[in-house]
Structure formats: structure tokens, C-alpha cells
């Protein structure tokens, strides 16, 4: 028999377990960005910086298209941040040789040093939060965060 008080039925969430949840991923973003923000701020950048940062570590050669689909930010947004990366030192750009007019990002030396100090400080709450958890907890979460995001994007994460 089902144990009735093992947590909420979500075939019958009401409003309060709804806010709670809209809650708790506010307060779960705003402390998995906090040392990254400290971080980026010895360097001049925010946010927006981290997400090119750890998009281009995660897929070398992304065209600029191809993160400006990712992030659905506005070229002239992508633009700011993509030009103090590159004037910094922290990501290239390379012509496609297929195709001259696209824009291939790569992560320097020095922008790789960056990405695994900021990536290390995220893995490490993520990887403390899933041992707490457990195994069946972190494929509910998942299939959470799956559901949350738009479905054209959940193929990305298809097994």
C-alpha cells in the first residue's frame, strides 16, 4: 500500500505548494549564483558573461547563432558581453572555413582557467545536493527541470 504522508500528490498540488516550489527555485538559483557572482566581479563581469563562459566550454566551436539561440538574448546584448570576452582574453573567434560568414567561439587558455573556477564551485553544491538526495531524487529533479523548460529545448537532454 502507498504511504499517503510521504510528500505531496502532484496530480493534487494546491497554490501554497505551487509558491512554495516558485519559492525554493528562487532561493536555490540566488545561492548557486553567489560565489560565481563574487568571482566574476573581480573581472569586471555579471551573469550574462558566465552563460557564454560555460555555453562555449560546452560546446567548442558553437557558432554565434547557435548561443544566441541557447541564451535568447539580443544580438546587440550578446554583442557587449562577446566583445569584452574576446578583448580580454577569455574567448576567440574563428570564421568557419565552410562558410566565412559564421563566427566560431572557443574558450582560451585563459577563459578555460575561468569556466572550471566557476564550474567547480557549482558542481560542488550540485554534487552535495544529489548525495543528500539520493538517486531517485535526482531523476525526480530532473524530470522537474525537464518540465519546466520549453520542450524545444528538452531534446537537448534526451538520453
Not at 22 to 29: G, N, Q, R, S
Not at 133 to 151: M, N, P, S, T
Amino acid at each position: 500500500m502507498t504511504d499517503l504522508k510521504s510528500g505531496p500528490n502532484p496530480l493534487f498540488l494546491r497554490h501554497d505548494q505551487l509558491h512554495q516550489g516558485i519559492e525554493l527555485l528562487f532561493y536555490a538559483y540566488r545561492d548557486f549564483t553567489a560565489e560565481c557572482d563574487a568571482i566574476l566581479a573581480t573581472y569586471g563581469f555579471g551573469r550574462a558573461h558566465h552563460r557564454v563562459i560555460y555555453f562555449v566550454a560546452r560546446s567548442p566551436s558553437i557558432s554565434v547563432a547557435e548561443l544566441l539561440a541557447i541564451l535568447r538574448i539580443t544580438k546587440q546584448s550578446l554583442s557587449r558581453v562577446l566583445s569584452q570576452l574576446v578583448s580580454e582574453g577569455f574567448v576567440s573567434v574563428q570564421k568557419a572555413q565552410e562558410d566565412r560568414r559564421r563566427r566560431l567561439l572557443q574558450l582560451t587558455d585563459k577563459g578555460s582557467v575561468l569556466e572550471r573556477r566557476l564550474s567547480e564551485v557549482q558542481r560542488a553544491r550540485i554534487g552535495a545536493a544529489y548525495r543528500a538526495a539520493g538517486g531517485d531524487a535526482v531523476e525526480g529533479y530532473r524530470k522537474v527541470l525537464l518540465g519546466i523548460i520549453d520542450e524545444n529545448d528538452r531534446r537537448r537532454f534526451e538520453e
